[in-house]
């Protein structure tokens, strides 16, 4: 079935630090792939997408590139913010799956001043 | 927008009492989905609907769980009889369509407390 693996946190980084957060996943077909962002005390938020292979998401600074070969989307920002501070989530959406979303099991970022 | 509403947004309530969570979807939205957070868990989906249908309930836990969804602007997630173990954030989600690259957008979620 399908699934999703995240890279286990909790990740803890400077202000201005490179983040990298993986993800990898298992899929029949071809899924589209999404990043949420929980901040505390809120629901998720959609942070990027990409729908085919190759295709490169990006919001507010982050970026994450559909991999089809080695079934990847990394989420990856150039200089993080305290306010960066939330849980990731990597999700994908699968036709063979009735398009549910399957989410990895997502990872806290913390980012100290 | 006002995007996804739940109510109430905080819940806390004995063992053995009935529960009831609330969401009205995104106006134009067809599909509306329910999810429980916990940290021993993670996010597991409960149930979906289309159109106002069930799809597919299979995450729903046991009997003491039902949803609902009698038109397009209102479901209901409830609990009967309530057990501590239900304690969780419950978040609805609606999606404008069925396509496989459609954005699912998520209420502030129900925080619940079953003592």
């Known amino acids: 079935g399908n699934s999703v693996t995240q890279m286990e946190g909790p990740v803890t980084l400077s202000e201005e630090a490179f983040l990298t957060i993986n993800c990898t996943y298992t899929?029949?077909?071809?899924?589209?792939l999404f990043w949420y962002v929980q901040y505390p005390g809120e629901g998720l938020q959609l942070l990027l997408k990409?729908?085919?292979?190759?295709d490169k998401g990006s919001n507010k600074g982050f970026e994450a590139t559909y991999r089809k070969e080695t079934t990847s989307f990394h989420l990856e920002k150039g200089s993080v913010q305290v306010s960066d501070s939330a849980v990731y989530f990597c999700?994908?959406?699968?036709?063979?799956?009735?398009?549910?979303?399957?989410f990895g099991q997502g990872t806290r970022l913390t980012i100290n001043p | 927008d006002a995007g996804v509403i739940q109510s109430p947004r905080h819940e806390v309530t004995e063992m053995g009492q009935e529960v009831t969570l609330r969401c009205k979807p995104i106006?134009?939205?067809?599909?509306l989905f329910w999810y429980r957070q916990t940290m021993m868990r993670g996010l597991e989906l409960l149930i979906y609907?289309?159109?106002?249908?069930?799809?597919?309930d299979s995450g729903m836990p046991e009997d003491r769980f039902s949803a609902k969804m009698p038109n397009a602007s209102f479901s209901t997630l409830k609990i009967q009889p309530s057990e501590p173990r239900d304690s969780a954030v419950y978040f609805c989600?609606?999606?404008?369509?069925?396509?496989?690259?459609?954005?699912?957008?998520f209420g502030p979620g129900t925080r619940l407390l079953v003592l």
């Open positions: 989600a609606s999606r404008a369509r069925e396509a496989r690259g459609e954005t699912q957008y």
């Open positions: 899929a029949t077909g071809y899924p589209s």
């Open positions: 990409a729908t085919k292979a190759d």
């Open positions: 999700a994908l959406s699968d036709i063979q799956g009735a398009q549910k979303l399957v």
């Open positions: 106006s134009g939205h067809n599909s």
């Open positions: 609907f289309n159109n106002n249908v069930p799809i597919d």
